[in-house]
């Protein structure tokens, strides 16, 4: 199946997106995780293009859509995805997250609830007080400091390596990629992510929920039982082995339970 790629002028400038499927059928939008873009999405969108309209945003200032030079946050990112939305003349969407892209996902179903229809938690936090104590107390997550000789490079590759399946050189190439192409803006997503307080916003979700859980994932996998607290109308999915590159290490596996979800949904 054909990924069509395209560009909308929004309010921070072009903000890119790919999509698969029919334009009348029911509309999913993909939310991805920090430093990434829509290209963890890349296998995982003709699966779901085949029953639906599945689009995958690069966040803005991610990928390779603008940030408009607004400073960086869940709130502002959430009202993009809707700006996009608008563009593509999508009334109501089921939203998929994975790691920042869930909590986006969360501001996203909180601030415009007549915009989501149904939300896929995947691999995301609860980005509580608690959270947000114990991120300040630990370093950056994906930042190096740049170095003549390009062993910053490796430093890089090396900070994901252990949270990724061996064997799967390709997944860590993807993260660079996208990496590199944030360049200084790189753990933005993630300080994003540690401000943002969910216990605040998480009560106005009333949307029917899908929390998928990678077991394999050390930093997602145990908030999957406090979002559960806080979302009584979801559920938990387990995907066995699931690692931090979800989406396209298992793009099988993760479409199968979020189309599953999808076709229970009542009409």
């Known amino acids: 199946?054909?990924?069509?790629?395209?560009?909308?002028?929004?309010?921070?400038?072009?903000?890119?997106?790919?999509e698969c499927g029919d334009a009348s059928a029911p509309a999913v939008l993909l939310l991805h995780q920090s430093p990434r873009s829509w290209a963890e999405y890349r296998?995982?969108?003709?699966?779901?293009?085949?029953?639906?309209?599945?689009?995958a945003m690069d966040t803005a200032g991610f990928g390779d859509s603008a940030d408009g030079g607004v400073?960086?946050?869940?709130?502002?990112?959430?009202r993009v995805a809707g700006e996009?939305?608008?563009?593509?003349?999508?009334?109501?969407?089921?939203v998929v997250g994975h790691h920042t892209g869930g909590v986006i996902a969360v501001e996203l179903a909180a601030a415009f609830p007549g915009r989501v229809r149904s939300l896929v938690l995947s691999s995301t936090p609860y980005t509580g007080e608690a959270f947000r104590i114990a991120r300040a107390e630990r370093p950056p997550i994906d930042e190096v400091a740049p170095s003549e000789?390009?062993?910053?490079?490796?430093?890089?590759?090396?900070?994901?390596?252990?949270?990724?399946p061996e064997g799967r050189p390709d997944l860590l190439e993807a993260f660079v990629r996208d990496a590199l192409k944030v360049g200084h803006?790189?753990?933005?997503?993630?300080?994003a992510v540690a401000s943002y307080r969910m216990e605040e916003r998480i009560g106005r979700v009333t949307q029917p929920a899908l929390i998928l859980r990678a077991t394999a994932d050390p930093f997602a996998a145990p908030h999957?039982?406090?979002?559960?607290?806080?979302?009584?109308?979801?559920?938990i999915v387990d995907i066995e082995g699931g690692m931090i590159p979800l989406p396209d290490q298992m793009p099988e596996?993760?479409?199968?339970?979020v189309l599953g979800f999808l076709s229970a949904l009542p009409s």
């Open 1 to 18: 199946m054909t990924i069509r790629r395209a560009f909308a002028d929004l309010s921070v400038g072009q903000v890119h997106y790919a």
């Open 253 to 257: 596996a993760f479409a199968q339970a």
């Open 185 to 191: 803006r790189v753990e933005e997503g993630h300080r």
């Open 84 to 94: 996009l939305l608008d563009a593509l003349g999508i009334a109501q969407a089921n």
């Open 43 to 55: 296998e995982v969108l003709p699966l779901l293009g085949a029953r639906h309209r599945a689009v």
């Open 224 to 235: 999957a039982e406090e979002l559960l607290h806080h979302l009584p109308q979801a559920r």
């Open 149 to 164: 000789d390009g062993s910053h490079l490796a430093a890089l590759w090396q900070r994901r390596q252990g949270f990724y």
């Open 71 to 78: 400073p960086a946050s869940i709130a502002q990112w959430a």
